[in-house]
């Protein structure tokens, strides 16, 4: 068995091209993730100021009346309480809900 030797020609270093496309599009991204995050910080609920000079609360049901309810039911309710004065509101104490029964 004869062996043979072959010269093959020496590695060339292949250069990588440095493609400036996708430095421009990440720093496009990150300013445009920025903006976004700056532009949602300040966005709040757009409510009409109702009391000037002190904070006031609105809740839009004062009353929930689900009729009868079966003893160990479950009833749920989602009211939205919300500041329509110019001031912050700031609670002295735990807020708390009275249930009424019989009303």
């Not at 079966?70 to 912050?88: P, S």
């Amino acid at each position: 068995m004869a062996r043979y030797k072959t010269k093959l020609p020496p590695k060339t270093a292949q250069k990588k091209s440095f493609n400036p496309l996708w430095l421009v599009l990440t720093g496009v991204g990150l300013i445009a993730l920025a903006l976004w995050a700056i532009r949602g910080a300040g966005s709040r609920s757009k409510t009409t100021i109702e009391v000037t000079g002190a904070p006031s609360l609105k809740v839009d049901q004062e009353v929930l009346n689900y009729g009868d309810v079966q003893l160990g039911k479950t009833v749920q309710a989602t009211v939205r309480v919300t500041n329509v004065g110019d001031q912050t509101l700031r609670f002295t104490e735990a807020p708390y809900v009275e249930v009424l029964e019989g009303c």
